[in-house]
């Protein structure tokens, strides 16, 4: 925490560390004050006398089923009215676009939102260089999560114009796309000529792969961001032999704004203006201390008080010193390895991350995208894609290496399929577990 000098421009007596700890505090006493759905948490809280994180750390998780719950005016403080607030169109409702068919409705506040963004554009050099908020920026992902909203008929060009996004994709997995979609999708970036391409890296990616096989000329932006799923190697890769501007992954959630965003030394930072994060280590067995799930409060929403809310995906603390590029505040993330919920267990029992999958199954030969299915204990299909007009990834291949790691108990099949299977979102999962697993476990001592 070196970067608590009070010299910086805007630092004086308050540096960043003061200013964090402060708007910690202030999130912490006006949700456990003034907001109905902490009413509960009162009697964890050892009171304004104890350490900041000691309050913290003796307070619950925040799930998506006590947002449900509550909704719709449970997390909005009381000074606050909802009607007057919907009325003036300073806050909507807003449907989170939850991978794991639990999906939740919010009181969401747009102004909240964009302030979030800014601050997350200044944690990459190239963001800060071209993104201003008023950039144009191409949409490429799943019209359910972001957008007009998914309509079966096909919306003009006006109609997915909103501000300075265009949304290209129509339909709900790119395995739905014809050739038409992909050639209508690269016109319509081409024209557009956004600064900025924001995408779902399985749709992104998808797109990608038929138009290099094409060899279509396409509009170069100066920046990608990369945000909604887990972004893949290969999916990045892919990309990258379409677009030549930096890619940057941008980490966050509907309810949390914008939480990490990786820098230019491809590490990812803390957005510390906006938010605290509370990382809680898993096991050693699994991955800890440097494995965990995190914990995420957000400051300044006047609309809805977001404290320790667990955002269900598994991150790497990075431990190799200070970062390159400098930026010295808050966490940093070696990587967000995937969803909590996609974690399996290798033969010993021990966690298996959607990253540590995709690192064993990247450099298969021809191999252009992946999907784990478990249908039951015991059993494990994985669905392969096969580049356009490449040779065909190899399933024996591919099945000997899940049986190292899974052990000889597992069946495994392997096979090239049209599709991966998406979600009521259209997000795209890596791991899809069919029957109830106890992630619990990950954190969880016995004793
Ligand atoms: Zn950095």
């Not at 008023?134 to 919306?155: D, I, T």
């Not at 391409?197 to 797109?207: K, T």
């Amino acid at each position: 925490m070196a970067a608590a000098s009070g010299r910086q421009a805007g630092g004086g007596a308050g540096s960043w560390l003061a200013r964090y700890r402060r708007q910690g505090r202030e999130a912490l006493e006006l949700a456990l004050t003034d907001v109905p759905g902490y009413a509960e948490w009162r009697r964890f809280d050892p009171g304004p006398r104890a350490p900041l994180d000691e309050r913290y750390a003796a307070l619950p998780a925040l799930t998506k089923h006590e947002l449900r719950a509550h909704f719709p005016a449970g997390f909005v403080p009381r000074q606050r009215e909802l009607g007057p607030g919907l009325a003036a169109g300073e806050v909507e409702f807003a449907q989170t676009s939850g991978s794991t068919g639990d999906r939740v409705t919010l009181v969401f506040n747009p102004a909240w939102w964009e302030e979030s963004e800014r601050a997350a554009w200044g944690l990459n050099r190239h963001a800060r260089r071209v993104a201003d908020g008023r950039h144009r920026e191409a949409v490429l992902a799943s019209p359910r999560c972001v957008g007009p909203g998914y309509s079966p008929r096909p919306l003009s060009v006006a109609e997915r114009t909103i501000g300075r996004h265009l949304y290209v994709n129509q339909k709900l997995n790119p395995a739905a796309w014809t050739a038409a979609d992909v050639r209508r999708m690269a016109q319509e970036i081409n024209d557009y000529e956004p600064v900025a391409i924001e995408g779902d890296p399985a749709y992104l990616a998808a797109f990608c792969r038929q138009a290099g096989a094409w060899g279509t000329r396409m509009w170069q932006p100066r920046i990608i961001f990369l945000t909604y799923t887990f972004p893949s190697r290969l999916y990045r890769r892919q990309i990258a032999a379409v677009f030549r501007a930096p890619q940057v992954s941008s980490y966050g959630s509907t309810e949390t704004g914008h939480v990490f965003m990786e820098c230019e030394a491809g590490r990812l930072h803390q957005n510390v203006e906006h938010c605290r994060v509370d990382f809680l280590p898993w096991l050693f067995r699994h991955g800890g201390p440097q494995r965990g799930r995190i914990l995420v409060t957000v400051f300044h929403n006047p609309w809805f008080a977001v404290l320790r809310f667990d955002i269900g995906d598994v991150v790497r603390l990075d431990d190799r010193g200070p970062c390159p590029c400098g930026r010295g505040q808050g966490m940093a993330l070696r990587a967000v390895e995937g969803r909590v919920s996609d974690v399996t267990f290798d033969r010993e029992g021990n966690a298996v991350s959607v990253d540590d999958l995709d690192a064993l199954l990247a450099d298969l030969p021809g191999l252009a995208g992946w999907q784990l299915e478990l249908p039951r204990p015991g059993q494990m299909r994985l669905r392969m894609l096969a580049a356009p007009g490449g040779r065909r990834p190899g399933s024996a291949q591919a099945r000997e290496r899940l049986r190292r790691l899974y052990g000889d108990r597992v069946r495994v099949e392997a096979a090239v399929e049209k599709a991966l299977l998406h979600e009521l979102s259209g997000k795209i999962r890596f791991v899809r577990t069919a029957y109830p697993v106890d992630h619990a476990a990950l954190w969880r001592s016995k004793r």
